[in-house]
Nanobody, 126 residues
Framework: VQLQASGGGLVQDGGSLRLSCAAS???????ASWFRQAPGKEREGVSC????????VYADSVKGRFTISRDYAKNAVYLQMNSLKPEDTAVYYC?????????????????????WGQGTQVTVSS
Protein backbone atom coordinates (compact mmCIF):
# COMPACT_ATOMS: atom_id res chain seq x y z
CA VAL A 1 0.00 0.00 0.00
CA GLN A 2 1.64 3.19 -1.11
CA LEU A 3 1.43 6.47 -2.95
CA GLN A 4 4.23 6.97 -5.42
CA ALA A 5 4.97 10.55 -6.41
CA SER A 6 7.03 11.27 -9.50
CA GLY A 7 7.69 13.84 -12.16
CA GLY A 8 9.84 16.31 -10.29
CA GLY A 9 13.04 17.72 -11.69
CA LEU A 10 15.03 20.78 -12.58
CA VAL A 11 13.37 23.35 -14.80
CA GLN A 12 14.04 26.96 -15.75
CA ASP A 13 11.96 29.89 -14.66
CA GLY A 14 8.76 29.87 -16.72
CA GLY A 15 8.96 26.16 -17.46
CA SER A 16 6.48 23.38 -16.82
CA LEU A 17 6.38 20.06 -15.03
CA ARG A 18 3.70 17.47 -14.47
CA LEU A 19 3.71 15.60 -11.20
CA SER A 20 2.04 12.22 -10.87
CA CYS A 21 0.89 10.39 -7.79
CA ALA A 22 -0.03 6.76 -8.32
CA ALA A 23 -1.78 4.68 -5.71
CA SER A 24 -1.03 0.99 -5.36
CA UNK A 25 -2.61 -1.50 -3.03
CA UNK A 26 -5.69 0.63 -2.50
CA UNK A 27 -8.20 2.66 -4.45
CA UNK A 28 -7.61 6.37 -4.58
CA UNK A 29 -10.35 8.11 -2.65
CA UNK A 30 -12.33 11.21 -3.54
CA UNK A 31 -10.00 13.46 -1.60
CA ALA A 32 -6.47 14.06 -2.80
CA SER A 33 -4.05 16.91 -2.30
CA TRP A 34 -0.63 18.19 -3.16
CA PHE A 35 1.56 19.83 -0.55
CA ARG A 36 5.04 21.27 -0.76
CA GLN A 37 7.81 22.06 1.64
CA ALA A 38 10.70 24.35 0.85
CA PRO A 39 13.94 24.29 2.88
CA GLY A 40 13.47 26.05 6.18
CA LYS A 41 9.75 26.51 5.64
CA GLU A 42 6.66 24.76 6.85
CA ARG A 43 4.71 22.42 4.66
CA GLU A 44 1.96 24.21 2.78
CA GLY A 45 -1.07 23.04 0.89
CA VAL A 46 -0.84 23.65 -2.84
CA SER A 47 -4.05 22.19 -4.20
CA CYS A 48 -6.72 19.62 -3.55
CA UNK A 49 -9.43 17.86 -5.46
CA UNK A 50 -12.43 16.84 -3.43
CA UNK A 51 -15.66 14.98 -3.75
CA UNK A 52 -17.07 12.90 -6.54
CA UNK A 53 -17.67 16.00 -8.65
CA UNK A 54 -14.01 16.92 -8.50
CA UNK A 55 -14.10 20.35 -6.96
CA UNK A 56 -10.62 21.89 -6.99
CA VAL A 57 -9.00 24.32 -4.60
CA TYR A 58 -5.71 26.16 -5.09
CA ALA A 59 -3.40 28.19 -2.94
CA ASP A 60 -3.33 31.82 -4.05
CA SER A 61 0.34 31.50 -4.93
CA VAL A 62 -0.37 28.90 -7.65
CA LYS A 63 -3.80 29.92 -8.94
CA GLY A 64 -3.87 30.20 -12.69
CA ARG A 65 -0.58 28.30 -13.05
CA PHE A 66 -1.20 24.87 -11.52
CA THR A 67 -3.94 22.39 -12.33
CA ILE A 68 -4.83 19.34 -10.26
CA SER A 69 -6.62 16.40 -11.82
CA ARG A 70 -7.29 12.76 -11.16
CA ASP A 71 -7.82 9.63 -13.20
CA TYR A 72 -9.85 6.94 -11.46
CA ALA A 73 -9.01 4.40 -14.14
CA LYS A 74 -5.30 4.89 -13.54
CA ASN A 75 -5.77 5.31 -9.81
CA ALA A 76 -3.71 8.46 -9.89
CA VAL A 77 -3.77 12.18 -9.28
CA TYR A 78 -1.72 14.76 -11.15
CA LEU A 79 -0.44 18.29 -10.76
CA GLN A 80 0.28 20.20 -13.95
CA MET A 81 2.57 23.09 -13.11
CA ASN A 82 3.05 25.86 -15.66
CA SER A 83 4.86 29.20 -15.52
CA LEU A 84 7.04 27.88 -12.75
CA LYS A 85 8.92 30.35 -10.59
CA PRO A 86 12.00 29.94 -8.40
CA GLU A 87 9.76 30.29 -5.35
CA ASP A 88 7.98 27.08 -6.40
CA THR A 89 11.15 25.17 -5.56
CA ALA A 90 10.27 22.58 -2.92
CA VAL A 91 9.67 18.92 -2.26
CA TYR A 92 6.15 18.14 -3.39
CA TYR A 93 4.04 15.54 -1.61
CA CYS A 94 0.74 13.98 -2.52
CA UNK A 95 -1.73 12.75 0.03
CA UNK A 96 -5.14 11.16 -0.03
CA UNK A 97 -7.99 10.87 2.43
CA UNK A 98 -10.92 8.49 2.55
CA UNK A 99 -13.07 11.26 3.93
CA UNK A 100 -13.00 14.85 5.05
CA UNK A 101 -14.51 16.53 8.07
CA UNK A 102 -15.28 19.43 5.73
CA UNK A 103 -17.10 17.31 3.19
CA UNK A 104 -16.75 18.56 -0.34
CA UNK A 105 -16.56 22.21 0.60
CA UNK A 106 -12.81 22.44 1.26
CA UNK A 107 -9.55 20.54 1.37
CA UNK A 108 -9.37 17.88 4.07
CA UNK A 109 -7.93 18.73 7.44
CA UNK A 110 -4.33 17.64 7.84
CA UNK A 111 -5.41 14.92 10.28
CA UNK A 112 -7.83 13.44 7.72
CA UNK A 113 -5.14 12.15 5.37
CA UNK A 114 -4.60 8.40 5.33
CA UNK A 115 -1.73 8.04 2.89
CA TRP A 116 1.23 10.22 1.93
CA GLY A 117 3.61 9.91 -0.97
CA GLN A 118 7.35 10.02 -0.46
CA GLY A 119 7.87 13.41 -2.10
CA THR A 120 9.41 14.53 -5.35
CA GLN A 121 11.86 17.42 -5.68
CA VAL A 122 10.99 20.36 -7.90
CA THR A 123 13.74 22.89 -8.53
CA VAL A 124 13.15 26.03 -10.59
CA SER A 125 16.25 27.92 -11.62
CA SER A 126 16.23 31.65 -12.32
Amino acid sequence: VQLQASGGGLVQDGGSLRLSCAASGFTLADYASWFRQAPGKEREGVSCIVGSDGKTVYADSVKGRFTISRDYAKNAVYLQMNSLKPEDTAVYYCATAQGSRYGSSWCPHLDDYDYWGQGTQVTVSS
